[in-house]
């Protein structure tokens, strides 16, 4: 027997709209949540409409999308994304992880001045953008146990072009054996000389890899950095897996 679950949503403005302190059932698979009180706006004035999540204005609160969980050893797992932020001081986590509390989330992975620090106590893979680091960046991670792994280190840098307004667009996926890979694109590059369409940041496939029986939940979320109110615009937000009921 073979099949995929999935949980997603493409925002044409007629969600949840308000205030929340506590997690929220946006439909019947995906939760938003976070640190501080966030603000949920649903509008169209974009193409298509968008989910625009704020945080409440203290350094450290965020915005969280959250579906799942899934399994690798069920199958193949993708989660999809396009996004964008209101300003550049801040930070941004999109993909798989294992461990994130509903109730206090912190980001599963910071970068700050050249060094990644792995927060989350599981397993984790997606790429990361933090203002705290030097170099302003995507970069594509993967670490278990608050620790890099596979050849993960400090991110593998995306090269990409940093602007607030601008929309991103990311898939990540994790394969059965634990192995998985990073892409990123953005839109508004007239020129066609950057990564306006999907490039891949990285392929992690060696040494050690994530563990394919944990539970991940597709994940996406902003953090400030600056103690200033800051919103993430989300076009769609889509996460599916495999059932391939083989084990």
Excluded at 70 to 91: E, H, I, L, W
Excluded at 212 to 217: G, P, R, Y
Aim: include cysteine; charge should be negative; glycine fraction near 14%.
């Amino acid at each position: 027997m073979t099949g995929t679950i999935g949980s997603g949503k493409n925002y044409f403005g007629s969600d949840f709209v308000g205030a929340n302190s506590s997690a929220a059932v946006l439909d019947a698979t995906i939760q938003a949540f976070g640190v501080g009180t966030e603000t949920y706006g649903a509008t169209t004035n974009e193409s298509g409409g968008i989910l625009a999540g704020g945080t409440e204005g203290n350094d450290n609160d965020n915005f969280v999308l959250r579906a799942g969980p899934f399994a690798p050893r069920d199958g193949k797992m993708t989660v999809r994304a396009r996004f964008k932020y209101s300003n550049v001081d801040c930070a941004v986590w999109f993909g798989f992880t294992e461990t994130l509390d509903s109730g206090t989330p912190v980001m599963p992975s910071e970068f700050a001045t050249t060094s990644m620090t792995y927060r989350g106590s599981g397993g984790m893979i997606g790429i990361n953008y933090d203002a705290d680091g030097d170099t302003d960046d995507f970069r594509a991670v993967m670490g278990d146990g608050s620790a890099a792994i596979s050849d993960s280190s400090n991110g593998i840098r995306a090269s990409a072009t940093l602007t607030a307004d601008r929309w991103f667009e990311s898939e990540v996926i994790l394969n059965e054996d634990g192995s998985g890979e990073i892409w990123l694109g953005h839109s508004g590059n007239a020129n066609q000389t950057g990564i306006n369409k999907l490039k891949l940041v990285k392929r992690f496939s060696t040494a050690t890899l994530l563990t394919n029986t944990d539970l991940f939940f597709a994940c996406l979320m902003i953090e400030e950095r600056s103690g200033n109110s800051r919103t993430m615009e989300v076009d769609y937000f889509y996460g599916e897996a495999g059932r391939d009921w083989r084990y």
